[in-house]
């Protein structure tokens, strides 16, 4: 069963920290991971994908991938209350571009003014 | 606007009554999927298609039916509803190729089967 792992917080942070949200997956073939940042009561939206092992940075936003150890990360600088969400991390379930994504339990980051 | 719409919002039906929910894409996507939200268990997926006439099974595909005969629809059809299925759905669209794992969800379904 492929999966994707996340704790699932509550992680806090204070206003203007660095928060670091992590995921673990257990398929090695995946090669492309997503996240997505869920309001309460609203729908999951992307805001970040990385395709290659390293960093990527967009904005406050920069996602890390560790291929040799699973691992996934996504860093948000200069917290605000606004970034206050839970933040989703999907795998690419399949390979030829099927669409189908593993999406851990998602994390509940809160950012405290 | 672009978006994906799905109707109803909310939903509170009884056991076996059969139910539609609609999706809809005003991008012009060839993929769309239906996806289930519990807690705890994060977003499954329950059905996908790539195109027209063209639809597979998610991880949770029991209990319910889809079918793709517009581009722009995606209904998902629980034909005898359980307690069980009880959860908040989200349809999502997107483009093809790697673009498919980049997903534009709708607002959600919120679903009560007593």
């Known amino acids: 069963q492929k999966e994707v792992e996340q704790n699932s917080g509550p992680l806090s942070v204070p206003e203007g920290a660095i928060a670091s949200l992590n995921c673990t997956y257990s398929d090695r073939g995946s090669q492309s991971f997503f996240w997505y940042r869920q309001y309460s009561g609203k729908s999951p939206e992307l805001i970040m994908f990385?395709?290659?092992?390293g960093d990527k940075e967009d904005g406050r936003f920069t996602a890390q991938l560790n291929k040799a150890s699973q691992y996934v990360s996504l860093l948000i600088r200069d917290s605000q209350p606004s970034d206050s969400a839970t933040y989703l991390c999907a795998g690419a379930g399949g390979s030829s571009n099927t669409g189908k994504l593993i999406f851990g339990q998602g994390t509940t980051l809160q950012v405290k003014p | 606007e672009a978006q994906v719409t799905q109707n109803p919002r909310y939903l509170i039906t009884v056991t076996g009554k059969k139910l539609t929910v609609t999706c809809s894409q005003n991008m012009n996507h060839e993929y769309m999927s239906w996806y289930r939200q519990d807690p705890g268990l994060g977003l499954r997926q329950i059905y996908y298609s790539m195109n027209v006439e063209v639809t597979d099974k998610g991880d949770v595909p029991e209990g319910y039916k889809v079918s793709r005969k517009e581009k722009r629809n995606f209904p998902l059809i629980l034909e005898s509803p359980s307690p069980n299925q009880t959860s908040l759905y989200f349809c999502?669209?997107?483009?093809?190729?790697?673009?498919?794992?980049?997903?534009?969800f709708g607002p959600g379904t919120r679903l009560t089967v007593t």
């Open positions: 990385i395709y290659s092992n």
């Open positions: 999502a669209s997107s483009s093809p190729g790697h673009l498919a794992y980049e997903q534009y």
